[in-house]
Each structure stands twice: as C-alpha cells, then as structure tokens.
C-alpha cells in the first residue's frame, strides 16, 4: 500500500497546546474510523507554521477526503517512493 507525506500549513502550529493538539488527533481519528482501515495516519511532524504527516492509503484521493471530512488543510500530498537514512549509505 502506498505511504504520503502530507504537508499542512498551520500558522503557529508550533505554539499549539497538548490539549489542541489532543483535539486535533482525536478529530482525525474519528475520521479515519469513518473512512475505514485501508487509510492509516502513521505520525506527523509539527514545525512552527506546518504540520507534516506520514499517511498509509490506496491513493491520494483517499487522503483527500480524509483532509476534506478533517477540515485539515493538505497543502501538498506526495507519494514517498523510498525511505533512506543512514544504514543507506553503509
């Protein structure tokens, strides 16, 4: 199954509390349950205006609606074709 990344422009999301950060987990995951398990949030990455999230889904349309239902913003989806890291190299 696929794996995205999905870049979320979020003014300030770097100053988000845990508990709006809880709400916006839960939301999501309410979602997800409607949307059924082929579409899985893995992790995300908050940064001072943007949210980066790893997703497992059949395509980007999945994630899409996922965005819509969220009422997330999905400023930019991208297939991850590869992983690398350091063992790459070895």
């Known amino acids: 199954m696929p794996k995205y990344i999905i870049e979320r422009e979020i003014p300030n999301a770097g100053n988000l509390t845990e ?19 082929q579409i899985q949030w893995l992790e995300s990455f908050v940064t001072d205006n943007k949210v980066y999230c790893i997703y497992i889904a059949p395509d980007e ?27 790459t190299g070895e």
Request: hydrophobic content about 35%.
């Open 19 to 37: 508990d709006e950060l809880k709400g916006i987990s839960q939301k999501s995951c309410c979602v997800l349950k409607e949307l059924g398990p």
């Open 61 to 87: 349309e999945s994630v899409m609606e996922h965005a819509k239902l969220g009422e997330f913003p999905a400023n930019s989806i991208e297939e991850i074709k590869t992983i690398i890291d350091p063992t």
